[in-house]
């Protein structure tokens, strides 16, 4: 079947611009999951999804980002007034069950310039 | 802070050799462990999960479970070249009433097969 799908794949902006990530999981999987990985480095929790509630946001890294998650299944994760230093891999993942194992989508490479 | 461990690598073994990927976690409730294979510029992919004590086969890849000690282990027999990636140790943490949705990932060992 089809796996997690993230779009758009590559993102280039500027400083100070808004962007919009989205993540399609696979269908029935009610556990939802954003990271972000920079160059070289391990992944990093953001948020995390059960139905369309986000019980776990602690690793929101500030208030200029925010996810949400309509009808349990697709999800946005935004970034207001972005910065450098917000330049990485975001990757979503998905799970049919919480704390069961997780299917990664193929990421959206954001570089804020 | 509950934490996963890994060498960073690199490690490097012959073609046909046996590699060994070592991961340590603090969370002694942790009970669900997974092996991740992320190669250079995409995005992780599951190589195993392991949820008991022992030895879990699959192909070429042994995980091995060590709860008393807080170790899980990844054996690759017969390394080719594309088994070169970085390898991603991943346990799930029991967070506050019991949850235990989240995993926490290793930084990840860097494995390279020479030809």
């Known amino acids: 079947g089809a796996g997690v799908s993230q779009s758009p794949s590559n993102k280039v902006t500027e400083k100070g611009k808004d962007v919009e990530l989205r993540c399609d999981p696979i269908?029935?999987?009610?556990?939802l999951y954003w990271y972000r990985q920079s160059l070289g480095q391990g992944l990093e929790f953001l948020i995390y999804?059960?139905?369309?509630?986000?019980?776990?946001k602690s690793g929101l890294p500030s208030d200029r980002f925010s996810a949400e998650r309509t009808g349990g299944s697709v999800s946005t994760l935004t970034i207001q007034r972005t910065q450098q230093e917000d330049s990485a891999v975001y990757l979503c993942?998905?799970?049919?069950?919480?704390?069961?194992?997780?299917?990664f989508g193929p990421g959206t490479r954001l570089t804020v310039l | 802070q509950k934490e996963v461990e890994q060498n960073s690598g690199p490690l490097s073994v012959p073609e046909g050799a046996i590699a060994s990927l070592n991961c340590t976690y603090s969370?002694?409730?942790?009970?669900?462990f997974f092996w991740y294979r992320q190669y250079s510029g995409k995005s992780p992919e599951l190589i195993m999960s392991?949820?008991?004590?022992g030895d879990k086969e699959d192909g070429r890849f042994t995980a091995q479970l060590n709860k008393a000690s807080q170790y899980v282990s990844l054996l690759i027999r017969d390394s080719q070249p594309s088994d070169s990636a970085t390898y991603l140790c991943?346990?799930?943490?029991?967070?506050?009433?019991?949850?235990?949705?989240?995993?926490?990932f290793g930084k990840g060992t860097l494995l390279t097969v020479n030809p």
């Open positions: 993942a998905s799970s049919p069950l919480a704390g069961g194992t997780q299917y």
């Open positions: 269908s029935g999987h009610t556990a």
């Open positions: 999804f059960q139905g369309n509630s986000a019980p776990d």
């Open positions: 969370d002694r409730g942790s009970q669900s």
């Open positions: 392991i949820y008991s004590n």
């Open positions: 991943a346990v799930n943490v029991v967070g506050s009433g019991g949850s235990n949705y989240k995993l926490t």
